[in-house]
């Protein structure tokens, strides 16, 4: 097994819990442009999607005119309840806190507003534990695309990196970035579908990283 010298991370579902701020925004958007609710369930499964094509998935609207109009709605809400109630996935701070204490680089690259995780691990207290941030404001072309990976890889200056996601676009994202990958099924990518990817290992909880 390799000797990793950086570990980059998916953020929804790999890391951290944001459903609830996510479905009430999304709603709250909906409903100000006096379209149909989602359910609970379309929107949990446009997590980790960009908003604009969420969506365009979730209502058939492509426009532009659209996905701006939602986007603006769902920042208006998102800016009040997103940091307060995102928490960490299981012992994802146990882990993030051991890796940096084993002196490895520690980074992520989602498809989320990169300072709104920033502003959420300062909520938490433990903005330390994070090297790096890419999000959707630091790159033109989102996961799978692996611009955003490339970044980070180029910013740690590192040598061994792997990716970690729970997402089959994180899989995508690290085949054609060309790096390791560890799927975990804490999110709405099956196991089935991620090991159908080139991976290191799909684990059912991320403490089980350590032992790579």
Same mark, same amino acid.
């Given at each position: 097994?390799?000797?990793?010298?950086?570990?980059?991370?998916?953020?929804?579902?790999?890391?951290?819990?944001?459903?609830?701020?996510?479905?009430?925004?999304?709603?709250?958007?909906?409903?100000?442009?006096? $379209?149909?609710?989602?359910?609970?369930?379309?929107?949990?499964?446009?997590?980790?999607?960009?908003?604009?094509?969420?969506?365009?998935?979730?209502?058939?609207?492509?426009?532009?005119?659209?996905?701006? $109009?939602?986007?603006?709605?769902?920042?208006?809400?998102?800016?009040?309840?997103?940091?307060?109630?995102?928490?960490?996935?299981?012992?994802?701070?146990?882990? $993030?806190?051991?890796?940096?204490?084993?002196?490895?680089?520690?980074?992520?690259?989602?498809?989320?507003?990169?300072?709104?995780?920033?502003?959420?691990?300062?909520?938490?207290?433990?903005?330390?534990?994070?090297?790096?941030?890419?999000?959707?404001?630091?790159?033109?072309?989102?996961?799978?695309?692996?611009?955003?990976?490339?970044?980070?890889?180029?910013?740690?200056?590192?040598?061994?990196?792997?990716?970690?996601?729970?997402?089959?676009?994180?899989?995508?994202?690290?085949?054609?970035?060309?790096?390791?990958?560890?799927?975990?099924?804490?999110?709405?990518?099956?196991?089935?579908?991620?090991?159908?990817?080139?991976?290191?290992?799909?684990?059912?909880?991320?403490?089980?990283? $350590?032992?790579?």
């Amino acid at each position: 097994m390799k000797n990793y010298d950086a570990y980059i991370f998916d953020f929804d579902y790999t890391l951290a819990d944001a459903t609830d701020p996510v479905v009430d925004s999304f709603t709250y958007a909906l409903e100000k442009m006096n $379209l149909k609710k989602a359910t609970r369930q379309d929107i949990i499964n446009t997590i980790g999607i960009p908003i604009g094509e969420s969506y365009t998935i979730l209502t058939g609207d492509d426009s532009e005119e659209g996905i701006n $109009l939602f986007k603006k709605y769902q920042k208006e809400k998102s800016d009040k309840i997103t940091v307060p109630n995102t928490v960490f996935i299981g012992g994802a701070r146990n882990v $993030l806190e051991t890796l940096k204490n084993r002196g490895k680089k520690v980074g992520i690259v989602s498809s989320r507003w990169g300072q709104r995780i920033n502003d959420v691990f300062e909520n938490l207290g433990c903005r330390e534990l994070i090297d790096f941030i890419i999000g959707t404001e630091h790159v033109e072309n989102y996961k799978p695309n692996p611009e955003g990976l490339f970044k980070m890889i180029e910013m740690m200056k590192c040598e061994s990196p792997i990716y970690i996601g729970d997402s089959y676009i994180d899989a995508k994202a690290a085949q054609n970035a060309n790096i390791d990958f560890v799927g975990v099924t804490t999110g709405t990518t099956s196991r089935k579908n991620l090991e159908s990817y080139p991976h290191v290992a799909v684990l059912d909880n991320l403490e089980e990283l $350590l032992e790579i």
